[in-house]
């Protein structure tokens, strides 16, 4: 596992395969890291399935409203969480491989619990979704996650914690 310089802006999300530690940027994107962070220590996160997964773009996952497995998950993607939407935090951060993006709808403010996260450089998307994290250890479990827009038999995020509560 890559060394933690802070752990209080670093999250461990657990899936099948192993431990995925992002790194996230609050100096960028405060309120998208503190949602993070706020939903992780709620535990929201955790058994929240990759719903929509696409090869060679990136995994998307982070409905805590529709997105539990066991669930009804043919909703999910179209949820979020019961606290507000986010505004925008866009910046000159490029959206490239083991990037976190903000996930959300048409309307730039309307990021609120999902997420993606970028399998290859997706520059694109660059100044259009908030980018907040970046995966510093464990991007080769992130490649074995299982694709599908929604897969057959979802991948999902087993445990999700900040660091520095691990």
Avoid: C, W
Avoid at 10 to 26: A, D, F, S, Y
Avoid at 69 to 85: L, V
């Amino acid at each position: 596992m890559a060394e933690i310089k802070d752990p209080e802006n670093t999250i461990l999300i657990e899936l099948k395969t192993g431990t995925v530690v992002i790194e996230l940027m609050p100096a960028i994107a405060p309120k998208h890291s503190e949602r993070m962070k706020e939903l992780a220590r709620e535990g929201a996160y955790d058994g929240v399935i990759f719903h929509r997964v696409i090869e060679g773009f990136m995994a998307q996952t982070g409905d805590v409203e529709h997105g539990k497995e066991g669930g009804n998950i043919r909703r999910a993607g179209t949820g979020g969480s019961d606290k507000p939407d986010l505004p925008a935090e866009f910046s000159g951060i490029p959206h490239d491989r083991g990037t976190l993006g903000a996930a959300r709808s048409s309307n730039p403010n309307s990021a609120n619990s999902q997420f993606f996260i970028n399998f290859t450089d997706n520059h694109f998307l660059n100044r259009q979704y908030t980018v907040y994290g970046r995966v510093i250890s464990g991007m080769e479990h992130v490649d074995e996650i299982t694709r599908g827009e929604p897969p057959a038999n979802p991948d999902k995020m087993i445990s999700v914690k900040v660091a520095a509560d691990a």
